[in-house]
């Protein structure tokens, strides 16, 4: 294939890439207008977390049996699968009649984007010889700083002038553009030894995950662990869990492969990314809420405040980058995560009257440090692993900081919200029986109450309790990313003296850390 043939390639796959990442982030702007009973469906802290922990949910446990489906019945078939998925997935979104549907929605968006990224991957390895496939991964994943940026900008700017199910419908152009340019330049490659199908693993991993993770979340409603309907599903779960690792470790081709959390780096660098996407996915959600609802700011004006932070993780990606070359990985990725964590603790000092820079700056600096510890950990991670084991490691890699990301809605959801509800509850005492229900939900719900009632000094009361909330939810965020540092601290400690890069057990090419399985040879073309 000719230069130009392969730069139209990589045009439409980064193009359609960016629709993953916007959806990562779009929804976030829109969560205070779907809660606000008056505006939106008067969803639930609960059902929120469910809006945005099904996509991730069916986004991490779908990404095997996508990559399984696509060596078997071509690459570009399986992506363009997914983009029609998540195209019409995106219509049900926008037009959702009540909080069961836009969830409904919201997962199958998260198996679209799914079905999306290993093909994209896969078919950058057979469309670009080797040595001119690092570089092309390398425009491919920049995307993913593109996407998170445009997202609150987009959102912000819907959402202010339309309804909040507008934020949806802006996929739709990146699709049809997506599939016309993927009819007019991508090829439709196969693996000529095609993996098996993982039904059963696809089925213990979600069921595990989804049992979990509403546990957790009823945890946060009910603020009761003694009840069945809490620790039930947990323990049931953590079960399930336990079995399908148990499963894929004895199959003799597992879509997850156990075996490579063997390596003490790559179960080190794994859990702390997991931590880090636990944290991250945990301040998105509460930080939303904080800026519209707290401080009443307008959805593009939340848009823009959040954009020193994703400015920051592009550039703390190729700063990363370098000076792990130079320190080591343990010094420069767990520095990074320490300073995330402190990130964390400042969000402590903020009330509903704190100058919004001080916001974009606490921001930018976590943002960096983001960027500053995601890069090298995930090319050290892969590094340690062998040249034929550096696609499973990508795709557990993958998987393992969306499994972050859902349980970080789940866990840090619940804590914000109990810690509310119990703050809120002594406001609440003197209100009839009916307003007191109406208003305990979330700080949304208690906004509602208040101006039908012509209570101001209620929605006062409904802000600190919220702000107080917010600060209980860092700081539990800031425990995990800290202990997330430590982990890379130590895993990753300097062996070979001063500026050797921790992590080296083999020695990498540039780009291995993201080749997917597909991108070796052994394709066969379509």
Same mark, same amino acid.
Not at 247 to 262: C, T
């Given at each position: 294939?000719?230069?130009?043939?392969?730069r139209?390639v990589?045009?439409?796959l980064v *193009?359609?890439?960016?629709?993953?990442?916007?959806?990562?982030?779009?929804?976030?702007?829109?969560?205070?207008?779907?809660?606000?009973?008056?505006?939106?469906?008067?969803?639930?802290?609960g059902?929120?977390?469910?809006?945005?922990g099904s996509?991730?949910?069916?986004?991490?446990?779908?990404l095997?049996?996508?990559g399984?489906?696509?060596?078997?019945?071509g690459h570009?078939?399986?992506?363009v699968?997914?983009?029609l998925?998540f195209?019409a997935a995106?219509?049900?979104?926008?037009?959702?009649g +009540?909080?069961t549907?836009?969830?409904?929605a919201?997962?199958?968006?998260?198996?679209?984007?799914a079905?999306m990224?290993?093909?994209?991957?896969?078919?950058?390895?057979?469309?670009f010889?080797?040595?001119r496939?690092?570089?092309?991964?390398?425009?491919?994943?920049?995307?993913?700083?593109?996407?998170?940026?445009?997202?609150?900008?987009?959102?912000?700017?819907l959402?202010?002038?339309?309804?909040?199910?507008s934020?949806?419908l802006?996929?739709?152009?990146?699709?049809?553009?997506?599939?016309a340019?993927?009819?007019?330049?991508?090829?439709?490659?196969?693996?000529?030894?095609?993996?098996?199908?993982?039904?059963i693993?696809?089925?213990?991993?979600?069921?595990?995950?989804?049992?979990?993770?509403?546990?957790?979340?009823?945890?946060?409603?009910?603020t009761?662990?003694a =009840?069945?309907?809490?620790?039930?599903?947990?323990l049931?779960?953590?079960?399930?869990?336990?079995?399908?690792?148990? *499963?894929?470790? =004895?199959?003799?081709?597992?879509?997850?492969?156990?075996?490579?959390?063997?390596?003490g =780096?790559?179960?080190a660098?794994?859990?702390?990314?997991?931590?880090?996407?636990?944290?991250?996915?945990?301040?998105?959600?509460?930080?939303?809420?904080?800026?519209q609802?707290?401080?009443?700011?307008?959805?593009l004006a939340?848009g823009?405040?959040?954009l020193?932070?994703?400015?920051?993780?592009?550039?703390?990606?190729?700063?990363g980058?370098?000076?792990?070359?130079?320190?080591?990985?343990?010094?420069?990725?767990?520095?990074?995560?320490?300073?995330?964590?402190?990130?964390?603790?400042?969000?402590?000092?903020f009330?509903v009257?704190t100058?919004?820079?001080?916001?974009?700056?606490?921001?930018?600096?976590?943002?960096?440090?983001m960027?500053?510890t995601?890069?090298?950990?995930?090319?050290?991670?892969?590094?340690?692993?062998?040249?034929?084991?550096?696609g499973?490691?990508?795709?557990?890699?993958?998987?393992?900081?969306?499994v972050?990301?859902?349980l970080g809605?789940?866990?840090?959801?619940?804590?914000?919200?109990?810690?509310?509800?119990?703050?809120?509850a002594?406001?609440?005492?003197g209100l009839?029986?009916?307003?007191r229900?109406?208003?305990?939900?979330?700080?949304?719900?208690?906004?509602?109450?208040?101006?039908?009632?012509h209570r101001?000094?209620?929605?006062?009361?409904?802000?600190?309790?919220?702000?107080?909330?917010?600060?209980t939810?860092?700081?539990?965020?800031?425990?995990?990313?800290?202990l997330?540092?430590?982990?890379?601290l130590?895993?990753?400690?300097?062996?070979h003296?001063?500026?050797?890069?921790?992590? =080296?057990e083999?020695?990498?090419q540039?780009? +291995?850390?993201?080749r997917?399985?597909?991108?070796?040879?052994?394709?066969?073309?379509?």
């Open positions: 294939m000719n230069l130009l043939r392969q139209r990589l045009s439409v *193009f359609a890439a960016v629709l993953i990442w916007i959806d990562t982030t779009i929804l976030g702007i829109a969560l205070e207008r779907i809660a606000d009973p008056r505006t939106g469906l008067g969803a639930t802290p059902q929120l977390q469910w809006a945005v996509y991730a949910l069916l986004f991490a446990t779908a095997f049996a996508a399984a489906l696509g060596d078997r019945y570009r078939t399986i992506l699968l997914g983009l998925g195209g995106s219509v049900w979104a926008a037009w959702a +009540d909080a549907g836009l969830i409904l919201r997962g199958l968006m998260g198996l679209g984007g079905m990224m290993p093909t994209s991957m896969a078919i950058i390895g057979a469309t010889p080797p040595e496939r690092a570089g092309a991964i390398a425009v491919w994943s920049a995307s993913s700083g593109v996407g998170v940026a445009l997202g609150p900008l987009l959102g912000g700017v959402v202010d002038h339309f309804w909040w199910g934020v949806f802006v996929n739709l152009p990146v699709v049809a553009l997506a599939l340019g993927i009819a007019w330049a991508v090829p439709n490659p196969k693996l000529a030894q095609r993996r098996r199908p993982d039904p693993g696809l089925l213990l991993s979600t069921a595990g995950l989804a049992s979990l993770a509403y546990g957790l979340i009823e945890a946060g409603q009910d009761d662990w =009840r069945v309907r809490v620790w039930g599903p947990v049931l779960g953590l079960a399930l869990l336990a079995l399908f690792t148990v *499963f894929e470790w =004895r199959a003799p081709e597992p879509s997850f492969d156990p075996r490579l959390f063997r390596s =780096r790559f179960s660098g794994n859990v702390a990314l997991a931590a880090l996407f636990f944290a991250i996915t945990g301040q998105m959600f509460y930080g939303n809420f904080y800026l609802g707290a401080r009443g700011m307008s959805a939340t823009l405040a959040f020193p932070g994703a400015l920051g993780v592009a550039i703390g990606s190729g700063l980058a370098r000076l792990a070359r130079r320190f080591g990985v343990g010094l420069v990725s767990g520095g990074g995560l320490l300073v995330v964590a402190a990130a964390f603790l400042a969000n402590l000092a009330d009257d100058p919004l820079v001080w916001f974009c700056a606490v921001g930018l600096v976590s943002g960096t440090a960027g500053m995601i890069a090298p950990t995930v090319a050290a991670v892969i590094a340690v692993l062998p040249l034929d084991r550096m499973a490691g990508s795709a557990v890699n993958n998987s393992v900081r969306q972050g990301s859902v809605i789940a866990l840090l959801g619940a804590v914000l919200t109990t810690t509310y509800r119990d703050r809120i002594p406001a609440l005492a009839p029986p009916a307003a229900d109406a208003a305990a939900p979330s700080a949304e719900h208690t906004r509602a109450v208040a101006d039908a009632l101001p000094d209620l929605t006062e009361r409904a802000n600190d309790a919220f702000v107080a909330a917010m600060h939810t860092a700081a539990t965020a800031a425990l995990v990313a800290f997330g540092a430590v982990l890379l130590l895993a990753f400690r300097a062996r003296g001063h500026g050797a890069p921790a992590g =080296r083999r020695q990498s540039p780009g +291995d850390e993201q997917q399985p597909g991108a070796k040879a052994g394709f066969s073309r379509a």
